[in-house]
């Protein structure tokens, strides 16, 4: 069975950092692995410099310099059949400095065990640094700019998330089974078990047919199937509208509803610890030091009159018990609940104007001043604790927007979005920032989230991804990607028992209570 995804996932190929078309070559280039002269493809760019490309690879030569000088001394012939020295590692990092932190942490290990191993360096890039673009987390946008720098010297582009660890010496004999030559696309399996909203309900007859890669375990593209990507987001009048699970996406462009190579599962790429991995992965909940206090974080939750007594309750029994500051923001007061009416009306598609309303509470007299808000919708499902836990991760004094990230037409001149059903976690700063910038919805009923998105864009703040949160149920999400002891949000109370998924997927019975 096919299902056509013709007009959802296609790509367009206009950067949005950049003022027309990319019209270089993305053939491999002819010029030794040193030469920092700028590609004439990188040239033609008229917003991505050629001196930050040399920057870019002064960096990595410095630090090859740097961890592999020792093994530099060694026997040529020992070097020569080297499959690190044709791999470029590309971390998706962000520019939040938590997560640039954590990124360059990443390198510096995988650079120090190269050297160690003593059979060459990889290139390792780091995705937040490759231009000012925030949308090259969406990978496809830079596959031109990849290939046009590295085409001529890699045999392997391997992509991994930050807390993806990499064992060398097991990674070079799995890449050595697949012929470089020919296209290649490996990963860790995963599947729908259902047809899922996430993914456009795609391969609904048959949803465990399609398989795609988890993230977390890394992924990889051999350079023929890379090249030959590059080519077509170049050549091909491709066009998106929105971004939401990247690696389904992804997986999608590259089987081209069959004319393209499905992904190779590859069981040493692993998401947990055990023998014979080139990747693993512990989990997205890091440890940071002691959560973040409770008296610290204020809690808007979005409500209207007909969900007071539906959706309302189940905030009640489950999760405002861990809230010290939390406030329901309605179109009706109600005492019972209770609820305070901001003046705007209820609308039944966006929040926006609810939302700014809040936003300017949140920085009044109205309310104790606290680090961190948190807008919620009446059904959204949340665990505080886990939160208060992440957000140590992350400084306050920063304008921080984060939660689930989703992109919009991020291939022409578009731009990311926390989105909202999964809760929108803004700390005081950006709040002050955006509100401050005179940036405003274009009605009460717009998105909310998409335009606080589109707003946070043009000031610069970056849209900080965490995939703890979720802007759907479980169930729409493969299983083995998703676990209850590291979520840290769902929404939607459709056909489920919400105290059931509340009690099954986000409490913590044996956290304590901590201020």
């Not at 491999?28 to 990188?42: F, M």
């Amino acid at each position: 069975m096919t299902v056509s995804t013709r007009g959802r996932y296609n790509f367009a190929v206009t950067n949005p950092r950049f003022t027309g078309k990319w019209t270089g070559s993305s053939k491999r280039l002819k010029q030794p692995r040193n030469d920092v002269s700028c590609p004439r493809s990188v040239k033609q760019q008229p917003r991505l410099s050629c001196l930050s490309i040399m920057w870019l690879m002064a960096v990595n030569w410095s630090l090859c310099f740097f961890f592999g000088s020792a093994s530099n001394h060694e026997d040529p012939a020992a070097q020569g059949s080297a499959v690190l020295e044709e791999l470029v590692i590309v971390i998706q990092s962000q520019k939040n400095s938590y997560h640039a932190q954590r990124g360059y942490q990443r390198k510096e290990k995988i650079l120090q065990d190269a050297a160690n191993l003593g059979e060459g360096l990889p290139v390792v890039l780091l995705l937040h640094e490759l231009s000012d673009y925030e949308g090259n987390w969406s990978i496809l946008p830079v596959l031109p700019l990849l290939s046009a720098i590295y085409g001529e010297s890699a045999s392997w582009f391997l992509f991994i998330e930050e807390e993806t660890m990499v064992v060398l010496h097991v990674l070079q004999k799995v890449l050595k089974r697949y012929p470089v030559q020919e296209e290649w696309f490996l990963g860790q399996r995963l599947h729908d078990n259902k047809p899922s909203i996430v993914h456009h309900y795609a391969f609904s007859e048959d949803p465990t047919s399609f398989g795609y890669p988890d993230p977390a375990a890394g992924w990889a593209l051999s350079a023929a199937l890379h090249q030959r990507l590059a080519e077509r987001i170049q050549s091909e009048n491709l066009k998106s509208d929105f971004t939401i699970d990247l690696t389904h996406e992804i997986a999608l462009f590259i089987w081209e509803e069959g004319r393209g190579p499905e992904l190779t599962t590859v069981p040493e790429f692993c998401t947990e610890t055990k023998d014979n991995c080139a990747t693993k992965f512990t989990n997205y909940l890091p440890h940071c030091g002691n959560p973040v206090s409770k008296n610290n974080i204020f809690v808007a939750v979005k409500t209207c009159e007909k969900y007071h007594s539906v959706r309302v309750p189940v905030v009640k029994s489950t999760w405002e018990k861990h809230a010290v500051y939390l406030e329901y923001y309605s179109d009706v007061t109600d005492a019972s609940i209770p609820t305070i009416n901001l003046g705007v009306p209820n609308t039944e598609r966006g929040h926006c104007g609810k939302t700014f309303a809040i936003m300017r509470r949140f920085l009044s007299e109205a309310v104790p001043k606290v680090d961190w808000l948190v807008i919620v919708d009446d059904d959204t499902l949340i665990s505080l604790p886990r939160l208060r836990r992440l957000l140590r991760c992350y400084n306050p004094k920063e304008a921080v927007s984060l939660g689930e990230r989703y992109g919009y037409g991020l291939m022409q001149n578009g731009y990311s979005y926390t989105t909202g059903g999964g809760g929108m976690v803004l700390s005081r700063t950006a709040v002050s920032i955006l509100l401050s910038s005179g940036c405003s919805c274009y009605s009460d009923d717009a998105p909310d989230d998409m335009v606080l998105g589109r707003c946070f864009t043009a000031i610069g703040v970056p849209i900080t991804h965490s995939p703890l949160f979720h802007q759907a149920q479980p169930d729409d999400y493969s299983g083995t990607r998703i676990t209850p002891q590291h979520s840290v949000s769902f929404h939607k109370h459709w056909s489920v028992d919400p105290v059931a998924v509340y009690t099954n997927w986000l409490q913590d019975s044996h956290l304590k209570d901590e201020l």
